[in-house]
């Protein structure tokens, strides 16, 4: 069954991919640089995959960017149903 992309997933996928190309490195240079596997790399700018938080902080360090910069503008409903429902029961 084909993995269906989250709009986060997506967002931040390309917040990495749009950082990457500023600074003018392939994904393969990106992988090398933080330390993780390409083809993570590549997952995560397809928006396919959601990278954590350690991961996160690896990339913006490869790229020189502020980690905080992937997550701007992220809103709960651009998360999977499932966590938002979730969400709303603990808070009721």
């Not at 190309?21 to 959601?50: F, H, K, P, W």
């Not at 913006?60 to 905080?68: D, M, N, Q, R, V």
Request: charged share 25%; no cysteine.
């Amino acid at each position: 069954m084909p993995r269906v992309p989250s709009p986060a997933a997506a967002h931040i996928g390309a917040r990495i991919k749009g950082a990457r190309e500023s600074s003018t490195m392939t994904q393969d240079q990106l992988a090398v640089r933080s330390e993780i596997d390409s083809s993570n790399v590549r997952a995560y700018e397809a928006g396919r995959a959601m990278p954590n938080l350690q991961t996160l902080v690896r990339l913006a360090e490869a790229l020189k960017t502020p980690a905080g910069y992937f997550i701007e503008d992220l809103t709960a409903d651009m998360f999977p149903t499932a966590v938002s429902d979730r969400r709303r029961r603990t808070t009721e």
